[in-house]
C-alpha cells in the first residue's frame, strides 16, 4: 500500500484559511476603534474599518513569504477594509495558524 502524499509547502500567492488569536482579533478592534477616534479618519489614512472579529474566527489568507515547509507569513484578508499580517503561521488546527482549503 503507498504511502500518503505529503501536500507540497505552500508557495508565495497562494491562499490559505487562517484561524485569529485572541491577540490578533484583540489587535484587529483596537485599530478599528482608534481610526474612528482619529481625527485624520477622514483626510486619506489606512480606513480601518469592518464587521467585528473574534478569536477562533477563520479568514481567508495569502501566503506572502515562505520560511519553512510549513512556516509562512501571510496577509489575512478581513471582512473589512483592512487586513493583518501575520508572521511565522505553523500548519495546524488550532488560534494563530493556517490549514489549506478543503478540496
Known amino acids: 500500500m503507498p504511502a500518503p502524499?505529503?501536500?507540497?509547502?505552500?508557495?508565495?500567492?497562494?491562499?490559505?484559511l487562517y484561524r485569529l488569536t485572541e491577540d490578533d482579533a484583540a489587535d484587529v478592534e483596537r485599530r478599528r476603534a482608534d481610526w474612528q477616534a482619529s481625527p485624520s479618519a477622514r483626510w486619506g489614512y489606512q480606513a480601518h474599518v469592518g464587521n467585528p472579529?473574534?478569536?477562533?474566527?477563520?479568514?481567508?489568507?495569502t501566503v506572502v513569504s515562505v520560511s519553512g515547509?510549513?512556516?509562512v507569513n501571510l496577509t489575512v484578508l478581513l471582512d473589512g477594509t483592512d487586513t493583518l499580517w501575520v508572521r511565522s503561521a505553523s500548519e495546524g488546527t488550532g488560534p494563530g495558524t493556517w490549514a489549506r482549503p478543503p478540496a
Open 5 to 16: 502524499k505529503t501536500p507540497p509547502a505552500p508557495g508565495l500567492g497562494d491562499v490559505v
Open 69 to 71: 515547509p510549513s512556516t
Open 53 to 61: 472579529v473574534r478569536a477562533e474566527s477563520v479568514y481567508a489568507a
